[in-house]
């Protein structure tokens, strides 16, 4: 009776903790919040004063006395205080309102990079559990929430390949029999290290310092990874190094294309790195069932060719890439009391 009265008032949470965004799937809704993971702070006293999107607006554009940051680094907790707050207010924002609530706690699923440490894992599991989850968290690795979100047949005795490129981590997996066969996990691969990669080759040619939002919105509006229609330019605006003044150049999608070169190859590395590892009947299975990319990072323009063309795979995108990892969680909350003991 207890047990019926606690699901009721109090709906299992699914939590897509990412570097760049976080998601949340609450069981009978579906996802109902998606929101930046970043955190404003007062700089002296570590006071928060803004969670989300409110936060993200400040980025780069706050006096000396506030302070906006991701507390998430490569997908694994950098900041565990300010980390602890964030999944709090994302839990208290979604969840159902009503006086037994107050007493009612969610069961919650997390979704974590396949190469988190013990350590990792125990600061992830103590945050979400201190920000209010009944008891401790299920984890659930983010290969396998992201392959069962786009719909993989997982559980079958066959080769499915997935490669979830974030804002943090690309995760690539092969899975068969409900289990991650092989797997790889690239920090250096993933949207961040796009967006440095741009600043980098902003400040390098053309002496100009630009800021992460507006390296974002470089990698969005022109970025590619292979060549794809016609190309294209863009103005960008900055501050000048050497006379320290505002400035703005036009730059192309080659130019971007050229920039995004490293962490795209440790992308086309990780991929057939793990194919390498694959028994041949699996390697077999591939080569109908292709390849499939999720997550946001994975939208990047000409990347799906690129990957078809390194390994003679067919390789298709997700039709809710940002969703994908989302929506595994939400699957595995809705199977929560048979699933949770296998995926501790």
Avoid: W
């Avoid at 989300?52 to 554009?61: H, T």
């Amino acid at each position: 009776m207890f047990e019926k009265l606690t699901s009721f008032f109090s709906a299992d949470i699914g939590i897509d903790l990412g570097t760049a965004n976080t998601l949340v799937y609450v069981k009978g809704r579906g996802i109902v919040l998606r929101e930046p993971s970043v955190v404003a702070i007062q700089a002296n006293s570590k006071k928060i004063l803004a969670i989300g999107a409110d936060a993200k607006e400040m980025l780069g554009k706050t006096p000396g006395t506030i302070v906006a940051i991701r507390p998430m680094k490569s997908g694994v907790i950098a900041d565990f205080d300010i980390t602890e707050a964030m999944i709090g207010y994302f839990i208290k924002k979604v969840h159902r309102r009503g006086f037994l609530s107050r007493f009612i706690k969610p069961r919650v699923v997390v979704a974590v990079p396949s190469d988190i440490t013990e350590v990792e894992r125990h600061a992830v599991e103590e945050a979400a559990e201190n920000a209010g989850a009944r008891k401790t968290p299920v984890l659930v690795e983010e290969p396998m929430a992201a392959a069962i979100g786009v719909g993989l047949p997982v559980s079958e005795p066959a080769g499915s390949m997935i490669v979830d490129i974030g804002g943090g981590t690309c995760e690539v997996a092969i899975i068969s029999l409900g289990d991650i066969v092989h797997k790889r996990s690239a920090r250096e691969a993933a949207g961040d290290a796009m967006d440095d990669s741009i600043e980098l080759y902003m400040r390098r040619v053309y002496n100009l310092l630009i800021g992460p939002r507006t390296s974002e919105n470089i990698k969005k509006e022109i970025g590619s990874a292979f060549p794809v229609g016609e190309e294209s330019t863009m103005e960008v605006k900055g501050r000048d190094i050497v006379s320290g003044l505002p400035k703005t150049v036009t730059i192309t999608s080659e130019e971007i294309r050229d920039a995004l070169q490293g962490p795209v190859s440790k992308i086309v590395d990780a991929v057939r790195e793990t194919l390498g590892d694959c028994a041949p009947e699996l390697a077999a299975d591939l080569v109908d069932r292709g390849i499939v990319l999720s997550g946001g990072s994975s939208m990047l323009r000409g990347l799906d060719k690129l990957l078809s063309a390194q390994t003679s795979l067919p390789v298709t995108l997700a039709d809710d890439p940002l969703s994908a990892v989302a929506v595994g969680t939400g699957v595995v909350v809705s199977q929560y009391d048979k699933l949770a003991d296998n995926m501790k």
